[in-house]
């Protein structure tokens, strides 16, 4: 099976901290996404990367960065923490076109 | 207005029943169409795919797309109290620009009580 793997399930940060969230997917896609997800909103996209060292933004960039070094590896950092940024983070990955998102499961950020 | 819009329950049926979960959008450009299951503090796992028009089927669960509507429908048979969850529609315009990104709805959430 694929698998995503978001480096922490829980995290609690101050604000003002960088904040860097880790995924690693180890079945070779070129696609990887960054989504929060916050009750009544949905998913909203903040940045995405369809191949190594590239990088598009999504619907809610505005506060952060990624990073994407090697192929397996999609790195989002929060440059300064700040409340509203509390949120439940979800990466995924995927292949080709038209095919589904493979899911992390989560990383639950709590910034104070 | 949003793209996809998805009635965010919660949906409470008992369990054995027909499930009906279902989502409109607006984009007449939108061609693939998924379902995500997502259970509490999870990730959202795939479910159901389907390209353009038509039904799929796989067990329990049966996708339904009408484009002319611009209407998708889940349906699960047979309801258990493990299908309680939240359901996610997503979906996307076919494109041959390189970027591969699906609009979610915001999901409903199913309770089958036992």
């Known amino acids: 099976d694929v698998k995503v793997t978001q480096s922490s399930r829980y995290l609690v940060k101050r604000t003002g901290e960088k904040v860097f969230l880790e995924c690693v997917q180890d079945m070779d896609h070129e696609n990887m996404f960054w989504y929060r997800q916050d009750p009544g909103l949905g998913l909203r996209l903040i940045y995405f990367s369809y191949d190594v060292k590239m990088k598009e933004k999504g619907d809610i960039p505005e506060g952060y960065s990624v990073s994407r070094e090697k192929k397996e590896r999609f790195s989002l950092i929060l440059e300064s923490a700040s409340t509203n940024q509390t949120s439940m983070y979800l990466c995924?990955?995927?292949f080709g076109q038209g095919n589904g998102y493979t899911f992390g499961s989560g990383t639950r950020l709590t910034v104070v | 207005q949003k793209e996809v819009e998805q009635d965010p329950g919660p949906l409470s049926v008992p369990e054995g029943a027909i499930v009906s979960l279902n989502c409109t959008y607006s984009n007449s450009a939108f061609q693939y169409f998924m379902w995500y299951r997502q259970y509490s503090r999870k990730g959202p796992e795939l479910l159901m795919y389907t390209y353009s028009s038509g039904n799929k089927e796989d067990g329990r669960f049966t996708a339904q797309v009408d484009k002319s509507s611009k209407y998708i429908s889940l349906f699960i048979r047979d309801s258990q109290p493990s299908d309680s969850a939240t359901y996610l529609c997503a979906m996307r315009p076919s494109t041959t620009s390189g970027t591969y990104k699906y609009i979610f709805g915001t999901g409903t959430r199913l309770k089958v009580l036992a």
């Open positions: 995924a990955s995927s």
